[in-house]
């Protein structure tokens, strides 16, 4: 069993930045994939950034290349999404889900676990 917390949500202005965090238990971190999705009220989750185990190799949605970036601390079993220039449309609850077996590119329904969520709320 995978358990998965995010921290680091909150308001800010467009144009501003936010890192979230997200702590992981159980399993070999080191090993599985990790990625951040988010949901908008009225909208399926969607993928933003992912990150392989051993090879740390990232994928990000289209949306937002070149502004977010995934990252991971292996000996702190955390992964991080640094976020930069931030638009209102960013606006969303950011999920991290761990998927034991893939890798960066991998579906969303790949991933088996998942963590409770943070809202990130960016304000025009």
């Known amino acids: 069993q995978v358990q998965l917390v995010e921290s680091g949500g909150g308001l800010v202005q467009a144009g501003g930045s936010l890192r979230l965090s997200c702590a992981a238990s159980?399993?070999?971190?080191?090993?599985?994939?990790l990625g951040w999705f988010r949901q908008a009220p009225g909208k399926e989750r969607e993928f933003v950034a992912a990150?392989?185990?051993?090879?740390?190799?990232?994928n990000y949605a289209d949306s937002v290349k070149g502004r977010f970036t995934i990252s991971r601390d292996n000996p702190k079993n955390t992964v991080y999404l640094q976020m930069n220039s931030l638009k209102p449309e960013d606006t969303a609850v950011y999920y991290c889900?761990?998927?034991?077996?893939?890798?960066?590119?991998?579906?969303?329904?790949?991933?088996?676990?998942w963590g409770q969520g943070t809202q990130v709320t960016v304000s025009s």
């Open positions: 889900g761990a998927n034991l077996y893939g890798s960066s590119r991998s579906p969303r329904e790949q991933y088996a676990y």
């Open positions: 159980g399993g070999t971190f080191s090993r599985y994939a």
């Open positions: 990150i392989s185990g051993i090879s740390a190799s990232t």
